[in-house]
């Protein structure tokens, strides 16, 4: 059994491999199924995934026919026996520094960020190992270390001497391998993109890092995050001096680390400017759509993220502006919005209407600070502004069509949370009367009443559209159709009725207009005695006698008013009450 497992250990047994010195910067290391580290190039390591699964130069395996990645967590300190050799100059110093003679210390050593230290600083470690000291690393076979019966090492060669770092296990000699090249190379890329002046140069080494850190087995959030930094700060220092082919590669390039972060900041605004600059761009539709998808299904606070909501905004700018602008952007919120009855992402339609919101407030402020001497240059930026404004406008009457979004949507818009310049703007009202319409249209009672004032004294979509108020534009077309349904369903009671006796005016005008939900309104209020002085009783008596409709129906009121008067005569019941709530128990 001993022999076995011998045997089996030999089978996997590391040999080193070497970096030379002129093309270090440019090669990675892969691992390979039998275990091995062999040096390949960036552009190779796909390559050689895909070809075959023998291949030693593959990062990955084969497990029931599906490539398997090893993947290890990223180490940044821990304790490793560590022997250093200086380098023999000569037989007899070979011979002095033979594996035979070596000795191991325990060293608990930090991965720091330009080099590698130790706690201890003293013995092989009194002075720390920088990354760029290291000529090379590589995993070294334990059967060239003696005495190291189920341990595996690394060598770290510098130009003073080299390092051997031995653990005990495999796993844990490839954690510590991939962790000290990730360092390395982190430190690397960052020097020279710092320094690179060329954009060539730039957009090479940029795509490079990218590269290498989708390809390394290290599985931390540092890896994902160190590129966008870094490409970060250089298109915040630069973006201005790179020519148009370098934005877009870097947008290509930039693509598979935005599978899974969120861009930040500066990344926002450099894709901003090229949806401003090349709205009509390929770029825009095939890398910035998943970008905008993820941001839109798992932000939750454009608040604390403004440039991430403007980037969101000019790409729906972008895609307006294709042919067929408003369509494309329909066709886009109804592909987020998924094609089941209830939309799997609840955050999307908050994100939706925080992006519509802001960006109407803004047309709108804008409006204030513009100022053009030239009529032509006025009328281009009012067209291409007011293209702007139906667009933010359509998507909120694409976004009330869905019934699952309708009551957060009803609930989102009910504190009328637009300026007054919206308000009486033809266009914006236009369009968006087709939002309270479906609010209005909806039967369910928690939908239609998101037309009403969010709270006591506070006025909403109803008094917005009353006729005369500064919505109005279709002499109170909207407001009788919102009438209507709630007198019809949920609102046909006392409290309601008294709190719409200041539209009093406007009720009585569309009465003597025939106006059958206003004539309706003005005979509950007398049922319910829901006037609240006697002389705009008898307007309201006047009102409805004043047209054959009105007279009818306040002739059947004053029947019903008459029975019940007989019948409490007759000691029928004057007051109606409710039993007191009575516990189950009883």
């Not at 590391?14 to 002129?22: K, T």
């Not at 609240?532 to 006047?542: H, M, P, T």
Request: charged share 25%; glycine share 2%.
């Amino acid at each position: 059994m001993e022999n076995q497992l011998r045997s089996s250990s030999k089978s996997n047994a590391i040999s080193s491999s070497s970096l030379s010195s002129g093309n270090h910067r440019s090669r990675y290391y892969s691992l390979g199924h039998n275990d091995n580290i062999s040096l390949t190039s960036p552009s190779n390591n796909c390559t050689g995934a895909s070809a075959s699964a023998t291949t030693p130069n593959t990062l990955c395996m084969l497990v029931n026919g599906r490539r398997i990645q090893q993947r290890y967590k990223l180490l940044t300190d821990g304790v490793v026996q560590v022997c250093r050799v200086p380098h023999a100059k000569n037989i007899i110093e070979k011979i002095r520094f033979s594996r035979f003679l070596r000795r191991w210390e325990d060293h608990h050593i930090n991965l720091e960020h330009s080099e590698i230290t130790s706690i201890t600083n003293e013995n092989y470690m009194d002075r720390s190992i920088a990354y760029s000291a290291i000529e090379d690393i590589s995993v070294w076979s334990k059967s060239k270390v003696i005495d190291s019966d189920c341990r595996f090492c690394i060598r770290i060669v510098t130009n003073d001497c080299i390092y051997f770092f031995q653990v005990n296990t495999l796993h844990l000699r490839d954690q510590w391998f991939y962790s000290i090249q990730w360092k390395r190379n982190k430190l690397k890329f960052e020097r020279i993109l710092r320094s690179a002046n060329r954009p060539e140069v730039l957009l090479k080494e940029m795509m490079n890092m990218i590269d290498f850190a989708m390809t390394t087995p290290i599985e931390d959030v540092e890896v994902h995050h160190f590129p966008l930094e870094i490409i970060s700060e250089i298109l915040q220092q630069q973006e201005f001096n790179l020519p148009r082919f370098v934005h877009e590669n870097v947008i290509v390039a930039l693509a598979p680390l935005l599978e899974k972060n969120y861009p930040s900041p500066e990344i926002c605004d450099f894709f901003s400017r090229h949806c401003r600059d090349s709205p009509r761009s390929q770029i825009v539709i095939e890398m910035f759509t998943p970008v905008v998808q993820r941001i839109l299904k798992h932000n939750t606070d454009f608040g604390k993220y403004p440039r991430m909501r403007i980037f969101v905004q000019e790409y729906l700018l972008a895609l307006n502006s294709q042919n067929d602008g408003l369509r494309v952007v329909q066709d886009f919120i109804k592909r987020i919005h998924g094609p089941t009855m209830i939309c799997p992402f609840p955050r999307v339609l908050s994100n939706f209407v925080s992006v519509c919101l802001a960006a109407i407030y803004n047309f709108f402020d804008d409006r204030k600070n513009f100022r053009f001497e030239d009529k032509e240059s006025c009328r281009a930026y009012e067209e291409e502004a007011e293209s702007q404004l139906v667009c933010y406008t359509k998507m909120l009457q694409t976004m009330s069509t869905f019934d699952d979004w309708r009551p957060h949507l009803g609930l989102l818009l009910q504190s009328v949370p637009f300026p007054d310049e919206a308000l009486t703007h033809d266009r914006f009202i236009e369009i968006f009367k087709n939002v309270v319409k479906n609010f209005v249209e909806d039967t369910r009672c928690e939908v239609h009443q998101t037309v009403l004032g969010i709270r006591e004294g506070k006025e909403g979509w109803f008094e917005m559209f009353c006729l005369g108020s500064i919505a109005c534009d279709d002499d109170g077309e909207m407001f009788s159709l919102m009438l209507s349904k709630l007198i019809s369903c949920c609102c046909r009671k006392k409290r309601f009725l008294l709190s719409i006796n200041k539209l009093l005016p406007a009720l009585m005008l569309l009465a003597l207009r025939e106006s059958q939900s206003s004539l309706d309104t003005l005979c509950a209020m007398l049922d319910l005695d829901a006037v609240e002085n006697r002389d705009n009783k008898l307007q309201l008596i006047s009102t409805l006698q004043s047209t054959p409709t009105g007279l009818k129906m306040y002739a059947k009121v004053c029947e019903r008013q008459i029975a019940l008067r007989e019948l409490q005569q007759k000691g029928g019941p004057r007051k109606l009450t409710l039993p007191s709530r009575i516990p189950n128990t009883v």
